[in-house]
């Protein structure tokens, strides 16, 4: 299994307040991605990482804010969470290169609930 | 935008029989192609990935086929088994240079016994 790791796990928190959530790897892998999953919506593409401090919108970035310091972590940011954020958070790594590995490998996720 | 469905959201077969999943895709201009399979409250795991290039690619049980031009791709899966139970989701990647990834809902797989 590729080396990724999701924190933390489970979190319920309240509308308004600010919450982060983790992903690491351990692969040194190139992109990393966020994604949220609910039911009906399949997996959607919130922001991804092309590299340190390189970061680009997904389709559905409105309320979220990310950051990667290192290569190793990609930090998700709900600025004040909402109801509608209630979801299932997967982070992805790829190593994106073409001719090489480019799978896309998922973490266990992190489910967030939103009182 | 790039639409990726999958039909049927869900199939109950009986062990041993051979299945094919479904999926479908509006724009032909794809990368590579990827299916996952989603267990209950766990993350997705890789099965199978397909360049634009290829017409199949197989891994064991599972064989994937890519029909670019028609905008379909198939996960055949021999000889079902109840551990075969769970849910099957394909990804289409865009290009080269944005790395985006664009998912089915998927399909809800239950083998019996």
């Known amino acids: 299994d590729a080396g990724i790791t999701q924190s933390p796990r489970h979190k319920v928190t309240e509308t308004g307040t600010p919450v982060t959530l983790r992903c690491h790897q351990t692969e040194n892998h190139r992109y990393m991605y966020w994604y949220r999953q609910d039911p009906g919506h399949g997996l959607r593409l919130i922001h991804y990482?092309?590299?340190?401090?390189?970061?680009d919108k997904g389709e559905v970035s409105d309320g979220y804010s990310v950051s990667r310091s290192k290569t190793e972590d990609f930090l998700l940011t709900l600025e004040s969470a909402t109801s509608s954020q209630t979801s299932v958070y997967f982070c992805?790594?790829?190593?994106?290169?073409?001719?090489?590995?480019?799978?896309?490998?998922f973490g266990p996720g992190t489910r967030l609930l939103v009182l | 935008k790039q639409e990726v469905t999958q039909i049927p959201a869900a199939l109950s077969v009986p062990e041993g029989e051979n299945l094919v999943l479904n999926c479908s895709f509006t724009d032909s201009a794809i990368y590579n192609l990827q299916w996952f399979r989603q267990d209950p409250g766990k993350g997705l795991t890789s099965l199978l990935l397909?360049?634009?290039?290829?017409r199949e690619q197989t891994s064991g049980r599972l064989n994937a086929s890519l029909d670019k031009s028609s905008g379909r791709s198939t996960l055949y899966i021999a000889a079902s088994q109840p551990g075969d139970s769970a849910t099957y989701l394909c990804a289409v990647r865009r290009d080269n240079n944005f790395n985006k990834f664009y998912f089915g809902s998927g399909t809800k797989l239950n083998v019996k016994p």
């Open positions: 992805a790594i790829s190593a994106g290169t073409s001719g090489g590995d480019e799978t896309q490998y």
């Open positions: 990482s092309y590299g340190v401090k390189d970061t």
């Open positions: 397909i360049q634009s290039s290829q």
